[in-house]
């Protein structure tokens, strides 16, 4: 098995090592027929693109689109954060074609409430909540995929994964994040939910490769034909 897209990428205008055209050189060598860059949402305290630099960040993936038309596929994605318990997402102005959406921790959220409820989660087991707060986005917003779930905060994985099915959102198995076990997936797994596999890349030597996911994905017994961008070799 083998990946033929990488929708989850970072670069420099967040804080990965490379640049877009870097990241999708490095796409074209790994044989993907698509690369998806998704920089951090602007909620992101440290790492999130900067709000008047994101108009740069759109041009420069554009600019990508159109010198490499005809040889990759590339995607104009972002990473929003979770930021409230209604749902809320720090989604800004502009045309996205894939919008991957993930809990972090150096977000700002919506208010103290939202914050105290993430912070707490894992502590006090509290994924009822903070689920509803996913169901919710998903709910409100045209997510894509929900990234890495269950990294940073507790989340009912089966209610999750019917929330992504009946949306048509994809459900993400992260190589850069193990917080999912073999047993949360098989629970996802349980629903109709389609799964994609990301690198989650934050430098070019990482895109396209996903040797955790994939074992994981082996170990729970995913039948490849559940997963978007996974061709057999
Ligand atoms: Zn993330
Ligand atoms: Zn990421």
Redesign the pocket.
């Known amino acids: 098995m083998k990946l033929i897209a990488d929708y989850?990428t970072?670069t420099v205008h967040s804080h990965g090592t490379g640049r877009v055209e870097d990241n999708v050189e490095a796409a074209l060598q790994r044989g993907l027929q698509t690369v998806g860059i998704?920089d951090?949402g602007i909620a992101h305290f440290t790492y999130g693109v900067k709000r008047r630099k994101f108009g740069d960040y759109l041009s420069c993936i554009e600019n990508a689109k159109r010198q490499y038309d005809g040889r990759i596929d590339v995607k104009t994605g972002i990473?929003l954060n979770l930021i409230g318990l209604d749902g809320s997402v720090d989604l800004p102005q502009g045309r996205f074609d894939v919008v991957v959406l993930?809990y972090h921790k150096a977000a700002v959220c919506k208010n103290l409430k939202t914050a105290w409820t993430f912070a707490t989660g894992q502590l006090l087991h509290n994924d009822g909540k903070i689920t509803e707060a996913y169901m919710r986005a998903i709910q409100r917003h045209h997510i894509t995929i929900v990234?890495h779930p269950g990294y940073g905060v507790p989340v009912d994985y089966q209610k999750l994964a019917q929330a992504c099915a009946d949306y048509g959102t994809l459900f993400e198995i992260n190589n850069k994040h193990g917080d999912l076990t073999t047993e949360d997936l098989q629970q996802a797994a349980l629903t109709n939910v389609k799964f994609v596999i990301s690198s989650?890349a934050h430098s070019p030597c990482h895109v396209g490769l996903a040797p955790n996911a994939i074992q994981l994905v082996t170990r729970a017994g995913i039948a490849p034909s559940r997963i978007v961008n996974m061709t057999e070799d």
Do not use: F
């Open positions: 989850h970072h998704a951090h990473e993930g990234a989650d």
